[in-house]
């Protein structure tokens, strides 16, 4: 159902990204929820507008160097990843525009895709599309956790995040995911996203674990992070991007 959703639009480079498999693994009807949310969303401007209205008061607010424009995408065109003199602040940037997303605030903007973002010195300039997902209650504050206890060495809280999330038997698939060694130059690869992403649904699936309907709207965050990182190629330091984008909520 979310691929009759992107099929045709600017967004169906996703389908070469998610497997369609990767859905089956969900309960249907959480699904079901899932992408109806994230359609409606798309299609009421006023709710678009406010979202985005309210992450840019956040980023304001926050010290990090981003700022949604307006011109961002016409820069971006402009200046692709792979070429930028600045893509390793622009890298760096977006990592932190991620986990900012995930702590500050219920309401994230899904779009980090490349032609929407772009770096003029250290300064992440960030146009992102109408897609957004307000998190669930039960959902958001255990994927703070989950994030907060790896990169902070908190091993209590990275297992009761697990646990909250029914990820238990994925354990060792999530921690390769995040990045193997100090998280200090991590490369990122569309292509190992979606074998480690998909395995870990599988684990969780085979283990009889229902997942939540989350993990849609947290798959296509995600994809488009992995899309515009591997475009802008090298290594990056998510444990800093970590702490500055946590921090900055």
Known sequence: MIWSLLRGTEWSMLLDVVSPSFFDVLPAGRVARAVKDLARGTRSASRAREAREARAAL????????VVDADARALAKATP???DPDRQARGQRLLELYFHQLYAGEVTLLDLRPERAVALGETLRW????LHVRWAADFLPAMRDLYAGFYRDDEARFQLAL????????????????????QRAVRFEVAAF????????????????????????????????????????????????????????
């Open 127 to 130: 146009d992102p599309g109408a």
């Open 81 to 83: 990843p792979g070429s």
């Open 163 to 182: 646990e909250a999330l029914d990820l238990v038997a994925a354990e060792d698939v999530f921690r390769r995911q995040f990045g193997e060694g100090d």
């Open 194 to 249: 979606r074998s480690t992403f998909h395995e870990a649904f599988l684990r969780c699936k085979e283990a009889g674990q229902q997942l939540h309907g989350d993990f849609v709207a947290l798959g296509v965050y995600l994809a488009t992070l992995y899309l515009h990182l591997e475009a802008l190629g090298g290594t990056f330091d998510v444990r800093d991007a970590f702490e500055r984008g946590s921090a900055g909520a």
């Open 59 to 66: 980023l304001r607010a926050s010290g990090l160097s981003i």
